[in-house]
């Protein structure tokens, strides 16, 4: 069974930072791309940031580019989200996203809460 396991999430203040990690088991996703979403309250959820499965392009949206870094470690099944200069704009519940063979693949999702 394949499962994708945040972990990392918390609260801090404004201008801090948190790094989350989604941990994949049941199939090797480095050949894949992950993503991170997030949702906050009342809202839709959004791309955040996305890392080809080779890790040779990431990509983010406007609003954490220069903040937010994506990374993975494929040895470890595992990939990151630095997130840097956090804002409360950034509060949401944030998770990771994957897809193999057209199937789409969820994590439970992280709750990020960034205070004033």
């Known amino acids: 069974q394949v499962q994708l396991v945040e972990s990392g999430g918390g609260l801090v203040q404004a201008g801090g930072s948190l790094r989350l990690s989604c941990a994949a088991s049941?199939?090797?996703?480095?050949?894949?791309?992950i993503s991170w979403f997030r949702q906050a309250p009342g809202k839709e959820r959004e791309f955040v940031a996305g890392?080809?499965?080779?890790?040779?392009?990431?990509y983010y949206r406007d609003s954490v580019k220069g903040r937010f870094i994506i990374s993975r470690d494929n040895a470890k099944n595992t990939t990151y989200l630095q997130m840097n200069s956090l804002e409360p704009e950034d509060t949401a519940v944030y998770y990771c996203?994957?897809?193999?063979?057209?199937?789409?693949?969820w994590g439970q999702g992280t709750q990020v809460t960034v205070s004033l």
């Open positions: 996203y994957g897809a193999i063979d057209s199937i789409h693949y």
């Open positions: 049941g199939r090797t996703f480095g050949m894949y791309a």
């Open positions: 890392i080809s499965g080779s890790a040779t392009s990431t």
